[in-house]
């Protein structure tokens, strides 16, 4: 299965348990990896023939964006719903990272793997 990644999208929510979390807008680092069969679009330089993955990201951030989870947990699996939504994405692997969310730690981050149901 061939694979397209969306690498280290910086977006900005509200996310979080603790009351400052629910106010102010948190940076959070995604990385989506999509697992699809490229060949064809390999073959014919046709976007019609693979993954949208602009289309993708803006689905993406909008969910993001919008959004108002408490659990970053949450937050990675709409995500992965999200790539899901398109018929060619048969696997999505999402890792939401957190940046600054525990004290002496750089992030957090939670990453989830789902396979289209057949």
């Known amino acids: 299965m061939d694979r397209i990644h ?11 348990i603790l009351p400052e979390e629910r106010r102010e ?16 679009a390999g073959r014919s330089d046709d976007l019609a023939d693979s993954v949208d993955y602009k289309a993708i990201k803006q689905r993406i951030r909008t969910l993001v964006e919008g959004s108002r989870f408490r659990l970053i947990e949450s937050l990675a699996e709409r995500i992965a719903a999200t ?4 018929p060619r994405v048969r696997r999505v ?3 939401v990272d957190k940046p600054g969310a ?17």
């Open 6 to 16: 969306i690498g280290d999208l910086a977006l900005r929510c509200i996310i979080g």
């Open 25 to 40: 807008l948190q940076d959070v680092l995604i990385n989506v990896t999509m697992a699809a069969d490229l060949q064809a």
């Open 83 to 86: 790539c899901l939504e398109d």
């Open 93 to 95: 692997r999402v890792r």
């Open 102 to 118: 525990l004290r002496f730690a750089r992030t957090v981050a939670v990453e989830v793997s789902r396979t289209r149901k057949a």
